[in-house]
């Protein structure tokens, strides 16, 4: 199969013929119809020490977002799986037996693999493995393009357990890309009367009115301060944080109202200074959210297929194998993108 290989940091993927992945235990193999890039991605092949804690390794597949067409069915799989069908691919392969997987919280097994991030080849490539576990069957209407945004979609289900109730809540979102758009999206779907949505991009922040956001702050012309308090009468009582760079935390904590809750979605800067008299005179509450459940991922599906999120607004462009590697490349540079797909039989 052709797949988009990371060789190192510094140097743009490359596409290269590899062989077909084959189903090992309690694997399917399906055929990729998309997958997602994922900020973690570019992150992880740009500074390839930082979000694993150790560099990349030369060869790997990234990507993990992704949905298909079942090819072929591992052992332990179960009756429950056909040749042919359709899938949004569950990433992580784990135990199966420990506390952390019986609780469905599989990011959390010691024995953990990730698919396309460790321990496992990812669907930046023309076919991928996938758990056969906790996997989800879509509907036939659901396209792959939109089921690939069921991954980061989940992370946001997740995120927003940390900021319940949510329902009245005026919340503030720190960054307007794919997981700001969906935590947008999220905080509507669960009653929240205020969503703003803040970037130093202003096309970006833009984008969140099309997922249901009440308000867009282009931080780089307006006080997010000032702009939140006009379109929500009052400081924010939740605050996400999904820019993930030096600061973004210490400036939730300023910008929110007192006893909020601040919960920080994939944080991709290391050390982030913080002012904690702010923390504790305003009493506020910091969560950190990682990754997701497996029921959170079967839920993100449901609320796609019902149509109860729209993820569509989010997804701004899909490109095929031959075109990756360079629309890659770009988007390790500030833009006006959403979720970009991969689609490689394109
Ligand atoms: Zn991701
Ligand atoms: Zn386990």
Same mark, same amino acid.
């Given at each position: 199969?052709?797949?988009?290989?990371?060789?190192?940091?510094?140097?743009?993927?490359?596409?290269?013929?590899?062989?077909?992945? !084959?189903?090992?235990?309690?694997?399917?193999?399906?055929?990729?119809?998309?997958?997602?890039?994922?900020? @973690?991605?570019?992150?992880?092949?740009?500074? @390839?020490?930082?979000?694993? /804690?150790?560099?990349?390794?030369?060869?790997?597949?990234?990507?993990?977002?992704?949905?298909? $067409?079942?090819?072929?069915?591992?052992? /332990?799989?179960?009756?429950?799986?056909?040749?042919?069908?359709?899938?949004?691919?569950?990433?992580?392969?784990?135990?199966? !037996?420990?506390?952390?997987?019986?609780?469905?919280?599989? !990011?959390?097994?010691?024995?953990?693999?990730?698919?396309?991030?460790?321990?496992?080849?990812?669907?930046?490539?023309?076919?991928?493995?996938?758990?056969?576990?906790?996997?989800?069957?879509?509907?036939?209407?659901?396209?792959?393009?939109?089921?690939?945004?069921?991954?980061?979609?989940?992370?946001?289900?997740? !995120?927003?357990?940390?900021?319940?109730?949510?329902?009245?809540?005026?919340?503030?979102?720190?960054?307007?890309?794919?997981?700001?758009?969906?935590?947008?999206?999220?905080?509507?779907?669960?009653?929240?009367?205020?969503?703003?949505?803040?970037?130093?991009? *202003?096309?970006?922040?833009?984008?969140?009115?099309?997922? *249901?956001? #009440?308000?867009?702050?282009?931080?780089?012309?307006?006080?997010?301060?000032?702009?939140?308090?006009?379109?929500? &009468?009052?400081?924010? #009582?939740?605050?996400?944080?999904?820019? &993930?760079?030096?600061?973004?935390?210490?400036?939730?904590?300023?910008?929110?109202?007192?006893?909020?809750?601040?919960?920080?979605?994939?944080?991709?800067?290391?050390?982030?200074?913080?002012?904690?008299?702010? /923390?504790?005179?305003?009493?506020?509450?910091?969560?950190?959210?990682?990754?997701?459940?497996?029921?959170?991922?079967?839920?993100?599906?449901?609320?796609? *297929?019902?149509?109860?999120?729209?993820?569509?607004?989010?997804?701004?462009?899909?490109? &095929?194998?031959?075109?990756?590697?360079?629309?890659?490349? @770009?988007?390790?540079?500030?833009?006006?993108?959403?979720?970009?797909?991969? $689609?490689?039989?394109?």
């Amino acid at each position: 199969m052709l797949a988009a290989i990371f060789e190192a940091s510094g140097r743009p993927l490359a596409i290269e013929r590899v062989p077909d992945p !084959a189903a090992s235990t309690n694997e399917l193999v399906v055929r990729v119809g998309a997958c997602g890039v994922c900020g @973690s991605d570019i992150h992880a092949a740009k500074h @390839s020490d930082s979000v694993l /804690g150790r560099p990349l390794p030369a060869g790997t597949i990234l990507g993990h977002e992704f949905a298909g $067409e079942v090819v072929e069915v591992g052992p /332990g799989a179960g009756e429950r799986w056909r040749i042919g069908d359709r899938i949004a691919g569950f990433p992580i392969f784990s135990c199966g !037996a420990c506390e952390a997987c019986r609780s469905g919280r599989v !990011a959390h097994c010691r024995a953990a693999r990730f698919v396309g991030l460790s321990g496992a080849q990812g669907a930046y490539a023309e076919y991928a493995c996938a758990s056969s576990a906790h996997s989800v069957p879509l509907a036939s209407h659901v396209s792959f393009g939109a089921a690939s945004v069921a991954e980061p979609l989940a992370v946001c289900l997740h !995120a927003a357990r940390f900021a319940m109730p949510l329902r009245g809540a005026s919340v503030l979102i720190l960054g307007a890309g794919p997981i700001g758009l969906l935590l947008a999206a999220v905080c509507r779907h669960h009653g929240a009367r205020d969503v703003v949505v803040s970037d130093l991009v *202003g096309a970006r922040a833009e984008r969140a009115l099309l997922v *249901g956001a #009440t308000g867009a702050i282009d931080a780089s012309r307006e006080d997010t301060r000032e702009s939140f308090r006009a379109i929500a &009468g009052r400081r924010p #009582t939740v605050v996400f944080d999904a820019a &993930g760079g030096t600061g973004t935390l210490d400036l939730a904590m300023d910008l929110a109202g007192r006893d909020a809750r601040i919960v920080v979605v994939a944080p991709l800067s290391e050390k982030s200074p913080v002012a904690t008299m702010a /923390g504790f005179y305003k009493e506020l509450t910091v969560g950190f959210a990682k990754a997701y459940t497996t029921g959170e991922f079967r839920e993100a599906c449901r609320l796609i *297929g019902t149509g109860a999120i729209d993820v569509e607004p989010v997804i701004t462009a899909s490109v &095929g194998l031959d075109a990756f590697p360079g629309v890659f490349e @770009s988007l390790a540079l500030p833009g006006v993108h959403g979720k970009v797909l991969l $689609e490689p039989l394109n």
